[in-house]
Each structure stands twice: as structure tokens, then as C-alpha cells.
């Protein structure tokens, strides 16, 4: 496939390119080759666009429900009729397998569909008064909104940080990942289409650090919405202290999956050994640390095993690949570097543990087991296609494994002992759990950690309550 959509920036409906902008070369991972040019912001589009969202914020914020609703699922429609196309952008800037592309673009339109929904049950409430004195609690939109998505879920992430805003009453200024502009592009484009008035979803792409200082440095904007890693996430969210800007913050995790030897082993290994490498491993909630049971250790990891040395391996636009390329020439480095380290440690390498082929950014999938805890990769998010098994002794050690790091993203557990079940899902400190099951997302559930993983939500109704604000009303 030669096509490729053109590159622009989306300030109030206008696409802009050119004017003697900056540019970045997009890459497609699979081969290395420059597929487009990338227009980048200068100051003064960032100035155009907040003043945009100032004015959108002041008519959408009393948009009727019904209006908002609609341009959602009006969108959520042209999404499903473009799906074809859009997935193939994705895979082309992205990497993963042309069903995974196509299936996180479905799931997009899922979330507005949902969303539609949610326009019309922003409750309030109305608080216990003796007449005539009346109190209630009322939810209105927070304001303008930057919001910044990264590249590993392109049209997702960026279906997540317009979607609750355009459903609360907020305008919004998205800047997808520059790596993967077309497929953020082509989200915003359906909204517009769906008749969003332009000036409330406008999508910017530039130097990332001048774009976030930019809009975070403005009155305008009043929320920052931001999925990435823990480090920028911190280093963003000091810059909305500043003017004690609300942030939601979806951060860096390092996905425990505690195996009891109680599990059914063989249907553990089915569903977690092929949940480990999607999308290359580079998943924010990507089950990483197995933390194994010792008397199911060497079944589990065996099974483990041969199950990675049976993936396949490619292009996501060939036949049968069920894991793509790294996204970007950084990724395969860092894997490397962590991969060294482990096995300098005294790690095993089962299988993988090198790079693939003489172009793009392949890595093979990597089993590693019996890595010490002081490894770089047992205590940083390898974001990439790496597992680590490692043995333990029993449910106290396991869970205390599970929570030494600051991370808590998401987090697996397999028993088949309900108490343990139970007990294991209260003690887990992660904003999601998953039991015998590898399921952490949902169009209606909050999505969203805890400690350095970030706080807030995104998805179910919280996703749209993320982007209110409490009110309360009173009359004597």
C-alpha cells in the first residue's frame, strides 16, 4: 500500500500546512522509510487555537445534551464507514496488525457511541431543606482542555481525550503523537464532519515540550488531559500546578500477573502468553511481570515458551502476523539495553532476545525468567515485547512482588479458590484488576491507575465526569 492521508494541523476547521513550518518525518516502523512530512506548530497557530477554544467553549458549553449527543454518534458512524481506511493509516504509521488496527478503531467508535449516552445522564442532585430553602448539586463542563495522546493507541487514546470533553460541554485541543498523526486526524475529521463546530476539537502537532508549554501557560485552558509516561507526566503536571489546572493522568505501568498454582494453568497460558505481545508489548497495561507460584513454575513457564516461539512475526499488513514492529527506532535500543542488563544479572533468555531482519524496527518476543529484582527491567516498564516469569513462593510473597513498585496501572490474577480471588483483588494496589481474564478495558468502565501510574479516569461515565465540576446551588 502506497497511500498515505496528507499531513496537516486542524485550527478551527482550517487545515494548514506549509507557510514555512517545521516538519517531521513520519516513519513507517515496518520498513524504516519516510511516509510523510508533518507539518509543526508555531506560536502563533497555539495562540489561534486557544483563542478558538475560548470561543467554542462559550457556545458549546450550552450546547443542548441532544446536540452533543448527536454529533457523537454521528461520528461514531463515520468512524464504523471509514473504519477500512482509517486501520490501514494506522498500520501504516503505527506498526500492529491490521485487525489490531482495525479493532482499536471500532472500539473508538464504541467509546462516542457510549459517550452519546452519557450526555444525558450528567446528574446533579437535590439536598434535604426545609421550604423555601432549596440546595442542589449541579455538574458543568470544566472549560478548554489540552489533551495530548501518544502514538501506541492512536485512534483510542485520541477518540478518549475529545470524547468526554465534546460530551461534557468543553472545547478541546488535542495534539495526537507526531509519530501517528494521520490516524488522530482522521478521529477529529469524523467529529467535524458529525457537524462539531470547529472551533471546539481543533488538533495541533509540534515540539512537544513548546506545545505543552505553551497551552499549559495559558488562562484559557483549564484542564490537562495526558497519557504517556510517568516521567513527563509529573514534569506536565508541575506545569498545570502553576495555574492550578485540573489534570487527569494516565501513566506509565508495569503490569503484574500473579499465577496461583491452583490456576488452570493451560488456559492462562492461551489467554495471557498472546496478551503479553500485543501491539508489540507496547501497552500501557501490558501484563509484563509474571509472578508464578513454585509449584507451577515450570509447567507454566514451558508452556509459556512455546506458546512466544509460535507467533508470528511481520508486517501488520501481511496474512497471519499477529505482532508488528516497534513503533519507532527508539524502542528496539531500549529493549536491548534492558534485555542485556537482565541476562548480565543472571537472567534466562528462553527465546528472542534480538533483533529481527535488516529494516524496520523488529524485535523478536522475549521470554525471560529467574531475573533478580535489582534488573533495570523488573523495576522500569519495558514497553516492549518482553516477559518476565519469575518464581515465588506463596500468596503473601506474590502479592507483596505485585506491589513493590510505584506503578499501578492494571494488574492480572489466576486462582480458581474464590476466597483468593477475592482477597487478592482487595489487596492488589492497582486502578484495575483482572481476574482469570485479560480484560481491562471497557467503552463503560473507568479506566485509570493509582500511586505513579496517574490518577483520574478515562472511558465510562467517569470519563465524562473528569471533565465537570461541582457546583452547589443554595436559596433561602
Known amino acids: 500500500m502506497t497511500d498515505y492521508a496528507p499531513l496537516h494541523l486542524t485550527i478551527a476547521g482550517e487545515k494548514l ?15 524504516g522509510e ?19 477554544a475560548a470561543a467554542g467553549f462559550r457556545v458549546w458549553r450550552n450546547a443542548p ?26 498500520t501504516r504509521e503505527q506498526g500492529k496488525p491490521l485487525a489490531e488496527a482495525k479493532g482499536e478503531t471500532l472500539y473508538a467508535a464504541m467509546l462516542f457511541e457510549f459517550y452519546a449516552g452519557e450526555c444525558k445522564r450528567t446528574y446533579g442532585r437535590t439536598l434535604v431543606r426545609t421550604p423555601p430553602q432549596r440546595a442542589e448539586v449541579r455538574y458543568e463542563p470544566v472549560g478548554p482542555i489540552a489533551a495530548f495522546a501518544p502514538w501506541n493507541f492512536p485512534a483510542l487514546n485520541v477518540a478518549r481525550k475529545v470524547g468526554g470533553p465534546i460530551a461534557a460541554g468543553c472545547s478541546v485541543i488535542v495534539k495526537p503523537a507526531e509519530e501517528t498523526p494521520a490516524t488522530g486526524l482522521a478521529i477529529v475529521q469524523a467529529l467535524l464532519d458529525a457537524g462539531c463546530p470547529p472551533e471546539v476539537c481543533q488538533c495541533v502537532f509540534g515540539v512537544p515540550d513548546e506545545v505543552s508549554r505553551h497551552l499549559l501557560g495559558s488562562p484559557v485552558i483549564r484542564k490537562l488531559s495526558f497519557t504517556g509516561s510517568t516521567a513527563v507526566g509529573k514534569h506536565l503536571a508541575k506545569l498545570a500546578a502553576e495555574d492550578l489546572k485540573r489534570t487527569t493522568m494516565e501513566l ?14 493451560d488456559r492462562a497460558l492461551d489467554v495471557m502468553a498472546p496478551a503479553a505481545y500485543r501491539n508489540a508489548g507496547q501497552v500501557c497495561v501490558s501484563p509484563t511481570r509474571f509472578i508464578v507460584e513454585e509449584p507451577a513454575f515450570e509447567r507454566f513457564r514451558d508452556g509459556f515458551v512455546d506458546r512466544v516461539k509460535a507467533l508470528k512475526v511481520g508486517d501488520g499488513f501481511d496474512n497471519g502476523t499477529q505482532m508488528g514492529p516497534l513503533a519507532n527506532a527508539r524502542r528496539p535500543d531500549t529493549i536491548e539495553r534492558m534485555v542485556a542488563d537482565a541476562k548480565a544479572r543472571g537472567g534466562a533468555c528462553h527465546t528472542g532476545g534480538e533483533r529481527i531482519g535488516n529494516r524496520g524496527f523488529f524485535y523478536a518476543p522475549t521470554v525471560l525468567s529467574e531475573v533478580p529484582l535489582e534488573a533495570e527491567i523488573m523495576n522500569e516498564e519495558p514497553f516492549g515485547p518482553v516477559a518476565i516469569l519469575n518464581r515465588f513462593a506463596d500468596e503473601s510473597a506474590m502479592t507483596a512482588e505485585a506491589n513493590r513498585l510505584p506503578y499501578g496501572l492494571a494488574a492480572y490474577a489466576w ?9 487478592v483483588s482487595r489487596e492488589i494496589e492497582a486502578g484495575m484488576v483482572a481476574v482469570n481474564c485479560a480484560a481491562v478495558s471497557a467503552v463503560d468502565a473507568p479506566f485509570g491507575g493509582v500511586k ?9 461515565a467517569e470519563g465524562v465526569l473528569a471533565c465537570m465540576v461541582g457546583k452547589t446551588v443554595h436559596e433561602g
Open 65 to 90: 445534551a441532544e446536540q452533543r449527543a448527536k454529533v457523537l454518534t454521528d461520528a461514531a458512524a463515520l468512524i464504523r464507514q471509514r473504519a477500512d481506511d482509517i486501520a490501514a493509516l494506522l
Open 252 to 265: 506509565g505501568g508495569h503490569g503484574p500477573v500473579l499465577i496461583f498454582a491452583d490456576a488452570d494453568i
Open 17 to 31: 500546512s506549509g507557510g514555512g513550518r517545521r516538519t517531521f518525518d513520519v516513519v513507517n516502523p515496518a520498513t
Open 452 to 460: 505513579w501510574s496517574g490518577h483520574g479516569h478515562e472511558d465510562g
Open 34 to 52: 519516510t511516509i510523510g512530512a508533518l507539518p509543526l506548530a508555531e506560536a502563533g497557530d497555539l495562540d489561534r487555537a486557544l483563542g478558538n
Open 415 to 423: 486462582s480458581s479458590d474464590p476466597a483468593r480471588r477475592a482477597r
